[in-house]
């Protein structure tokens, strides 16, 4: 079915940052763009904190609310720009009193509250790297990036700490101070009162000279093959986040602005900490779980009036709560501050778009990035037409290209590099021009992986697009067998190592099953040892094994037996393979596999 | 339906979603989705499981009055009646 393109009424109620974009791409370049932040007083660099904090804190800006954060009974707490620099002030001096200095690194394993933006912003003012956890992993994924993210101190809750690392700890001997958030160090040995230290700590401190280059954030991804890469980010990357939430975002100085991401991901942390206080607005922080009246009373009670969300949560919302019919008989929620709606995680289906317009009054606009890019590359733009379905065109300062596809499904490189697809919808790897502040500088450890992700000058990001003939670009699926699940990317290779650990298990092969919800689901075939039978018991077990090592968010949901798992001569068992038959498709070339035809 | 039955219902449910919870150590006030860790798509399911074993059919207005075991319990006594 083809979906009609969404074209915009001239008159915005707010006059959109991008009006011409054939213009701003024209005219834009990225030293302009550095020229809109401030850097540090006295020419002594450029650090994030500083920009998203201190720069507003010092002017008549700072009485102005930066965070209004909704505790999960709906009570609602602000904390100015004065406060949070107060506050981030406080942190870094408590890093300090600890002996941590710059590069050293500080995990997050929090819920969205009031404390993570302090920790967040105080480590980048100690010139500290940041690095989040996601609360919903279970303790092996933390385990595993709290060990190959080298951390040195961990901030989160007596709960979380309990469930998810307090078993572990012998094994994570670098891991010098854990700081409880809330009521319970006391009872937890080797851990510190965050409390108890911020009240110790002064709210002054000097942010020390801070080189672009140096590393701010670590975000961890997860790749086909081998454990999560970290990919470092540097305090340049604020000049992106600052841009891109311009263009895509649309943000202006007044907006209330509310990014429902976990900080556990990177979208919760450019646009849910960095962006939206560069820009001075006032930021939504819901500790809450998705409830969909608790989201419309949110928009509506805080006056909303951009909402950056995701794919998931949208196709949540679409399948309940009935909008009331408006007078001229449409059914729309009455929601008049909200102005803008953009999703990211995973392509948003035209459905989506389409019921955007109808039930909220507004059209979903699509973007597109990834962990490795840090911002915003592809968007969908509050002055600019819709196609649903479409994640849109490269942002200003951005260079995208589709690349001809090899036999792996991935770019085909040759020696004379690669080759870039320049008839319309032809399906190619979605490749970057290195060169935007927020690219990645590295994984971390790993200078080999971060080498194979380029090739003939271009950042390969492992997806697959088309291009329209008029630029806009469609995502078409991964390139690997890395799964997108409710806008989570999950490595197949982790999932597989866990659910190997398990006594009955010999092998498995974990694939993504498109799900109408969550996009995919995460789905694993098994194998079982001699002598074991594949008892609904046993499948239980299994999934209940999954999810106590991995947690929610990357264990497998399904499990199904298969002594016969597909591999090939060497023994790798064949994702594609599996995926190809749960979907029912051609198998394709079947030649290198062991056993086959 | 009686009260023992509606709240198996539920237990069962939780432990179709959860598979790892101990349902022995929940309370029939605490909050499961924080107690058992569950995520937004694994309370989706559990919904999902209610429904289809009870016919009752659960709105987004209703997620408010499952929260822990004996509001779900209630509420599927009340929808039953």
């Known amino acids: 079915?083809?979906?009609?393109?969404?074209?915009?009424?001239?008159?915005?109620?707010?006059?959109?940052?991008?009006?011409?974009?054939?213009?701003?791409?024209?005219?834009?370049?990225?030293?302009?763009?550095?020229?809109?932040?401030?850097?540090?007083?006295?020419?002594?660099?450029?650090?994030?904190?500083?920009?998203?904090?201190?720069?507003?804190?010092?002017?008549?800006?700072?009485?102005?609310?930066?965070?209004?954060?909704?505790?999960?009974?709906?009570?609602?707490?602000?904390?100015?720009?004065?406060?949070?620099?107060?506050?981030?002030?406080?942190?870094?001096?408590?890093?300090?009193?600890?002996?941590?200095?710059?590069?050293?690194?500080?995990?997050?394993?929090?819920?969205?509250?009031?404390?993570?933006?302090?920790?967040?912003?105080?480590?980048?003012?100690?010139?500290?790297?940041?690095?989040?956890?996601?609360?919903?992993?279970?303790?092996?994924?933390?385990?595993?990036?709290?060990?190959?993210?080298?951390?040195?101190?961990?901030?989160?809750?007596?709960?979380?700490?309990?469930?998810?690392?307090?078993?572990?700890?012998?094994?994570?001997?670098?891991?010098?101070?854990?700081?409880?958030?809330?009521?319970?160090?006391?009872?937890?040995?080797?851990?510190?009162?965050?409390?108890?230290?911020?009240?110790?700590?002064?709210?002054?401190?000097?942010?020390?000279?801070?080189?672009?280059?140096?590393?701010?954030?670590?975000?961890?991804?997860?790749?086909?093959?081998?454990?999560?890469?970290?990919?470092?980010?540097?305090?340049?990357?604020?000049?992106?986040?600052?841009?891109?939430?311009?263009?895509?975002?649309?943000?202006?100085?007044?907006?209330?602005?509310?990014?429902?991401?976990?900080?556990?991901?990177?979208?919760?942390?450019?646009?849910?900490?960095?962006?939206?206080?560069?820009?001075?607005?006032t930021a939504v922080v819901d500790e809450g779980d998705y409830d969909a009246l608790r989201w419309y009373r949110i928009l509506d009670e805080q006056r909303v009036s951009v909402w950056y969300t995701a794919p998931t949560a949208l196709r949540m919302l679409m399948r309940g709560a009935p909008p009331r019919q408006s007078n001229d008989g449409r059914a729309v929620h009455d929601l008049p501050a909200l102005r803008f709606v953009a999703s990211v995680g995973e392509p948003l289906n035209p459905e989506a778009v389409v019921w955007g317009q109808e039930s909220l009054g507004l059209p979903v606009h699509d973007n597109w990035w990834q962990t490795e890019t840090g911002c915003i590359m592809i968007a969908n733009f509050a002055a600019c037409e819709i196609r649903p379905g479409s994640m849109g065109r490269p942002l200003p300062g951005v260079e995208a290209t589709v690349l001809e596809r090899g036999e792996d499904g991935r770019a085909r490189i040759t020696d004379n590099g690669v080759r870039a697809v320049h008839e319309p919808d032809v399906v190619g790897e979605l490749a970057l021009r290195p060169g935007w502040p927020s690219m990645f500088r590295g994984y971390l450890h790993d200078e080999k992986r971060y080498e194979a992700a380029f090739a003939g000058g271009w950042y390969l990001t492992g997806d697959l697009a088309r291009r329209d003939e008029d630029g806009w670009y469609w995502f078409v699926g991964r390139a690997d067998d890395v799964i997108k699940s409710a806008g989570h990317l999950i490595g197949p290779f982790e999932v597989e190592s866990a659910l190997m650990e398990h006594p009955a298990v010999a092998e498995a092969g974990v694939i993504g099953r498109p799900d109408p919800m969550a996009g995919n689901i995460v789905k694993a075939f098994v194998s079982l040892r001699p002598g074991v039978e594949p008892t609904a018991s046993l499948e239980r077990e299994l999934l209940a094994f999954g999810r106590r090592r991995l947690g929610p968010a990357v264990a497998p949901r399904e499990i199904a037996f298969d002594q016969n798992l597909p591999k090939t001569r060497s023994g790798k068992v064949m994702r594609r393979l599996l995926r190809a038959r749960e979907l029912g498709l051609p198998t394709g070339d079947l030649s290198t596999l062991e056993g086959s035809v | 339906m009686k009260h023992d039955e509606a709240e198996d219902i539920v237990k069962e449910a939780l432990t179709d979603v959860v598979p790892e919870a101990d349902l022995t150590t929940l309370g029939p006030d605490e909050t499961f989705r924080d107690a058992l860790g569950m995520d937004s798509l694994d309370f989706l399911s559990f919904i999902e499981i209610l429904t289809r074993r009870t016919g009752v059919r659960i709105d987004d207005e209703d997620a408010p009055h499952l929260t822990t075991l004996a509001d779900s319990t209630g509420f599927l006594l009340a929808r039953t009646e």
């Open chain 1, 1 to 281: 079915m083809t979906w009609e393109t969404i074209r915009k009424d001239t008159t915005a109620q707010v006059a959109p940052n991008l009006a011409d974009y054939a213009r701003e791409r024209a005219e834009f370049t990225w030293s302009r763009a550095r020229k809109r932040l401030d850097g540090l007083p006295c020419g002594r660099g450029l650090n994030m904190a500083y920009e998203a904090v201190d720069r507003h804190a010092g002017t008549t800006r700072g009485g102005k609310v930066a965070l209004r954060c909704l505790a999960r009974d709906g009570t609602v707490t602000t904390v100015t720009y004065t406060e949070l620099a107060c506050r981030t002030a406080r942190f870094a001096n408590v890093l300090r009193s600890l002996g941590v200095g710059r590069g050293d690194t500080v995990f997050t394993l929090l819920g969205r509250c009031p404390e993570l933006y302090t920790v967040v912003l105080g480590t980048l003012k100690n010139t500290s790297v940041l690095c989040p956890l996601f609360s919903a992993f279970g303790p092996d994924p933390v385990e595993q990036r709290l060990r190959l993210g080298d951390a040195l101190v961990l901030v989160t809750t007596a709960a979380l700490y309990r469930r998810k690392v307090a078993e572990r700890r012998p094994e994570l001997p670098g891991l010098a101070h854990v700081l409880i958030v809330g009521p319970g160090a006391e009872e937890l040995p080797g851990t510190l009162s965050f409390d108890a230290l911020m009240a110790a700590a002064s709210g002054h401190f000097a942010i020390p000279p801070t080189s672009p280059e140096d590393m701010a954030l670590l975000h961890f991804t997860s790749g086909t093959t081998g454990t999560p890469k970290g990919a470092i980010h540097v305090h340049e990357a604020v000049v992106a986040h600052h841009a891109t939430a311009a263009y895509a975002l649309d943000l202006h100085p007044e907006d209330v602005y509310w990014c429902t991401a976990d900080p556990g991901w990177v979208t919760g942390m450019s646009y849910g900490v960095i962006a939206p206080l560069v820009h001075g607005v």
